[in-house]
C-alpha cells in the first residue's frame, strides 16, 4: 500500500532564506508526482508536476526533484518571501494514469518578515 | 479558461441530513475525482467519474455517491450525514492522456452538527 509521508510537519524560516521540503513514498512504481499549495481553508494550486521518468522541474523561484528509486523528492523554495507561507502537500500518483492521488499531510511553511 | 468552480462554498448540517455538493471541470476536461480533507490531513480520494461512470474508488461507505454529467460536471452526495463527515471536500478534473495533471477547486467546507 502506498503511503506518502512530508518532514517537516512545520517550518518556520525568516524572508530570503532557500528552503527545502521533503516527500518520501513507500512503493516506487508511481505514474507522476505533483506539489501543491494550500492556503487556510482553500483548495489546493498546482505547483509542479513530475513524471515518472524526470528527474526535475523548475518554475520559478522553485525546483522539484524526484528520486523515483529511493523514493523520494524534495522541494527546494529559493529566496523565500512571506507570501510564499502555506501549507505545501506531496501527492503520488501510482502506477497507471487513472489513478487517484495519494497525498501526505503537509509541511506548513511560514515565513517571517 | 475557467478552471474548476464547487458550490456552495460553505454548508452547516445536522447529523443524519443528507448533502449535495456541487463541481464544474475545468473546460476541457472530462474526468472529476472527489477527495474529503479533514482539518490537519491530506486530502483522502473518494472516488472517480469518467464519461459518467463511477472509474475508482476509495475507502469510504455507499452512502458517499456521486454523478458525473453530460457536460462533465459533477455532485458529491452524502446520506446519513455523520459527525465525522466534517471536512473539507475538494473537487479535482484532469483530462485523459498527457500528464494527468489534476486541477482544484476552491472546496465546500461542510460542518455536521
Known amino acids: 500500500k502506498q503511503e506518502v509521508t512530508q518532514i517537516p510537519a512545520a517550518l518556520s524560516v525568516p524572508e530570503g532564506e532557500n528552503l527545502v521540503l521533503n516527500c518520501s513514498f513507500t512503493?516506487?512504481?508511481?505514474?507522476?508526482l505533483q506539489w501543491f499549495r494550500q492556503d487556510p481553508g482553500k483548495g489546493l494550486t498546482s505547483l509542479l508536476l513530475?513524471?515518472?521518468?524526470?528527474r526535475e522541474q523548475t518554475s520559478g523561484r522553485l525546483n522539484a526533484s524526484l528520486d523515483k528509486s529511493s523514493g523520494r523528492s524534495t522541494l527546494y523554495i529559493a529566496a523565500s518571501q512571506p507570501g510564499d507561507s502555506a501549507t505545501y502537500l506531496c501527492?503520488?500518483?501510482?502506477?497507471?494514469?487513472?489513478?487517484?492521488?495519494?497525498f501526505g499531510k503537509g509541511t506548513t511553511l511560514s515565513v517571517s518578515s | 479558461e475557467t478552471g474548476v468552480t464547487q458550490s456552495p462554498t460553505h454548508l452547516i448540517k445536522t447529523r443524519g441530513q443528507q448533502v449535495t455538493l456541487r463541481c464544474s471541470s475545468q473546460?476541457?476536461?472530462?474526468?472529476v475525482s472527489w477527495y474529503q480533507q479533514a482539518l490537519g490531513q491530506g486530502p483522502q480520494f473518494i472516488f472517480q467519474?469518467?464519461?459518467?461512470?463511477?472509474?475508482g474508488r476509495g475507502n469510504f461507505p455507499p452512502r458517499f455517491s456521486g454523478l458525473q454529467f453530460p457536460n462533465y460536471s459533477s455532485e458529491l452526495n452524502v446520506n446519513a450525514l455523520e459527525l465525522d463527515d466534517s471536512a473539507l471536500y475538494l473537487c479535482?478534473?484532469?483530462?485523459?492522456?498527457?500528464?494527468?495533471?489534476?486541477?482544484f477547486g476552491p472546496g465546500t467546507r461542510l460542518t455536521v452538527t
Open positions: 467519474y469518467y464519461r459518467e461512470e463511477e472509474n
Open positions: 513530475i513524471q515518472s521518468s524526470q
Open positions: 473546460s476541457g476536461h472530462n474526468t
Open positions: 512503493d516506487s512504481a508511481i505514474y507522476n
Open positions: 479535482a478534473s484532469s483530462s485523459t492522456g498527457g500528464a494527468y495533471e489534476q486541477y
Open positions: 501527492a503520488v500518483r501510482p502506477g497507471q494514469a487513472g489513478t487517484a492521488l495519494i
